[in-house]
């Protein structure tokens, strides 16, 4: 098992890399800080030709989901929406809970694709208040096909952070399953309440 604790470099210059042919690449964009709270910049340019996770057609699901409050649902499925405005949400702190993403490329059609990182956007970004009233995962561990691989520190910040996935390939001959278990979490000033807003995996398919 890797042990890792990564102190997570945040970028704020452009993340892009070229597109050849049928590979797909995500955050193929000029935007220099995307991550900006409250900006919607991430969602007008991640679009759906440039987003591996549409056409990776990842699944996700969770143990744990929080009540819906009024029009808000917290289903698992908003961190896969590239919309900073919705989350994940537990019912409680969030210790123990976990989400999963499943990448089948038989469903998606594709014949191989790899991973070389997870953008994680922490916390409940619809505005810093709400960031700020809400817990955000801590320390975090990864398992990939029910293999150990990582356990993460996350930083308390509501900008992009990333995770090395160590050029993770996959083939059309079997399903992959990531896997994150909420060890730890940053507390809310208000709610013990913990909340994911968006993960997007960066990397090419073909």
């Known amino acids: 098992m890797k ?15 070229a597109q050849k042919g049928d590979e797909y690449y995500l955050l193929n964009t000029e935007i220099n800080e995307f991550d900006v709270l409250g900006s919607d910049d991430y969602e007008i340019h991640l679009s759906e030709e440039d987003n591996i ?8 699901g969770a143990d744990l989901t929080a009540e819906p409050l009024e029009n808000e649902n917290f289903n698992a499925k908003n961190t896969l929406d590239a919309n900073m405005k919705t989350c994940w949400l537990t019912p409680s702190n969030g210790k123990s ?20 990182q997870m953008a994680v956007f922490n916390g409940w970004r619809k505005d810093y208040q709400t960031w700020n009233d809400y817990s955000r995962a ?10 150990p691989y990582a356990e993460v520190t996350l930083e308390d910040t509501y900008k992009l952070q990333y995770i090395d996935l160590d050029r993770k390939k996959i083939d059309n001959t079997r ?3 990531i896997r994150i278990k909420i060890l730890e979490t940053y507390p809310g000033k208000k709610y013990e309440k913990m909340a994911l807003s968006d993960v997007q995996f960066i990397g090419k398919a073909k």
């Open 53 to 60: 996770n549409e056409k990776l057609q990842v699944k996700v």
């Open 138 to 147: 801590k320390r975090i561990f990864i398992s990939i096909n029910d293999s």
């Open 3 to 17: 042990s890792l604790f990564f102190s997570l470099i945040l970028f704020f210059s452009s993340f892009s890399y």
């Open 175 to 177: 399903r992959c399953r």
């Open 97 to 116: 809970a976990q989400i999963e993403y499943v990448i089948d490329l038989q469903e998606s059609k594709l014949s191989s694709a790899t991973l070389f």
